[in-house]
């Protein structure tokens, strides 16, 4: 259950969109919660090769019975013993928890994020969230490369053992693609600010505008650190190499959602500044048409960014075809539901042009340029699944007749990321699996390199924010143990 500001007023800026539901409806579904005998909510568990509830294992029954009370204190409480950052996933994270709620199979689901973010805000209003000072230090130095969602979930256990820890980021300000990757109306950056001041004021430093194998060498960090922990992200966009590629006006999703939240926050959150501005790399977008390639969330981000910019039209174009409105029989509860999800950037694109931006099972074949090598538009084409009975896997093929040009003024590729960047890797030594992701052993997170460890999207692919968190947290009770031959973080 979702409570955002309506589509047409939310347009008009890049304030965070998300309000809450009234605290008699959040107490009326918490109540719901207790009438669950399986909570599947907090499983975490992977079934048929996707996840069914929390990854943090966070115990929502217990923290939904106290909303139920009314009892936000101990609610938080409760929540902040499993979790790191409540305040980032209760506004990006999918749900995984309510997908999974056995309340989901006869009726809606028990606001379960809705529920953590008035939990978790409460307790910033009220000054119950507070990060641990350790009375006493080990002496151990741990580095952590990378301040996103893992890093950050890394560094706050270890520096609450009482390690120092030290974190290392390549952009101007902390938080990953926290910071830069995910707009400021779904996250609001302030969100991020308020968080790195308490774990600053708890003993953890954050180095930025440092880059790790660039300006400072993997030899030297691993000569002064006790241990490493690489936590640099699955960073490395997938490009669409068809002809036309040079065209000027293409642009990686990431790059684009970055540079706009960096004017945003430059500007001391002007949205009216950043809607009018033409000093971007694409100067404006004011009457242009674009082409979104990518259906996934940065995707959508690129959508609802590009309809606050003024774009004249925008096209997202999703390989995938359109999934169904409800759960088919091969996709029975708890399993994560394969539905239809029209996500805000698409309503707000609905409400601006007056149709879903999105074309299924649809791939761009070439890119179109004038004389001046500027992008004038795109060919695309639709495709057909077909299963390979060689290999026993789904492929695509072009439907012959079915190509067509769409005018573009500019693309935005959001096709997701092939994994870590090679000079992170390659300076460290360590090995990576076939993805590029850093190899590990089944369930560990140290490397193939003594002293080096790595969590998040480095190590597991593209994912979502709760993964990091979680994968952050693990990653430290395994340092911590490398470091002091046993380990009480939990």
């Not at 708890?202 to 690489?230: H, M, P």
Request: include cysteine.
């Amino acid at each position: 259950m979702s409570n955002y500001l309506c589509a047409e007023d939310r347009i008009k800026n890049f304030e965070e969109f998300h309000r809450s539901l009234p605290m008699e409806k959040q107490r009326e579904q918490a109540s719901r919660c207790m009438s669950c005998g399986v909570p599947f909510c907090q499983s975490g568990m992977m079934i048929s090769g996707m996840a069914s509830g929390c990854p943090l294992h966070n115990l929502v029954p217990e923290t939904n019975e106290l909303v139920a009370r009314g009892n936000l204190e101990q609610a938080y409480v409760r929540l902040s013993k499993t979790h790191s950052f409540p305040e980032f996933t209760s506004r990006v994270c999918p749900a995984l928890c309510e997908a999974a709620c056995t309340q989901g199979c006869v009726s809606e689901a028990v606001s379960t994020k809705a529920n953590e973010a008035t939990i978790i805000d409460y307790a910033f209003e009220h000054g119950l969230v507070q990060e641990v000072i350790p009375s006493v230090r080990t002496g151990k130095k741990v580095a952590i490369i990378g301040s996103g969602p893992a890093g950050l979930a890394a560094a706050q256990l270890l520096n609450k053992r009482g390690h120092s820890v030290t974190v290392f980021e390549r952009n101007d300000r902390v938080g990953g693609l926290l910071r830069y990757g995910i707009p400021n109306m779904k996250l609001d950056k302030r969100t991020i600010d308020r968080r790195v001041a308490l774990m600053e004021a708890a003993g953890v430093s954050f180095q930025t505008n440092v880059n790790v194998g660039v300006d400072l060498s993997a030899k030297e960090l691993l000569k002064e650190y006790d241990r490493v922990i690489l936590c640099c992200g699955a960073s490395n966009p997938r490009d669409i190499n068809a002809p036309g590629r040079d065209a000027k006006g293409i642009y990686f999703a990431v790059d684009f959602l970055k540079e706009v939240s960096k004017k945003l926050m430059d500007t001391d959150y002007d949205s009216k500044a950043v809607m009018e501005a033409s000093d971007y790399s694409f100067k404006n977008l004011k009457g242009k048409h674009v082409i979104v390639i990518g259906g996934g969330d940065t995707g959508n981000d690129c959508v609802g960014t590009s309809v606050r910019l003024g774009a004249a039209s925008v096209t997202q174009i999703e390989m995938m075809p359109k999934a169904p409105e409800v759960r088919t029989k091969s996709n029975p509860w708890p399993e994560w539901p394969k539905v239809l999800k029209t996500d805000y950037g698409q309503e707000e694109a609905i409400l601006t042009y007056g149709q879903d931006p999105r074309v299924f099972e649809t791939t761009v074949t070439e890119f179109l340029k004038d004389k001046s090598g500027k992008l004038k538009g795109v060919k695309t084409v639709k495709l057909a699944r077909r299963l390979d009975k060689e290999t026993g896997r789904m492929t695509f093929e072009h439907v012959e007749g079915s190509e067509k040009e769409l005018k573009a003024d500019m693309v935005l590729i959001a096709a997701g990321f092939l994994g870590s960047e090679n000079y992170v890797t390659d300076a460290f030594k360590v090995a990576v699996n076939p993805r590029t992701n850093v190899a590990t052993e089944e369930g560990a997170y140290k490397t193939s390199v003594e002293n080096v460890f790595t969590a998040g999207d480095m190590h597991r692919g593209q994912s979502l924010v709760v993964w990091a968190i979680a994968e952050g947290r693990a990653v430290a009770k395994e340092v911590d143990e490398s470091l002091m031959g046993y380990t009480n973080l939990n």
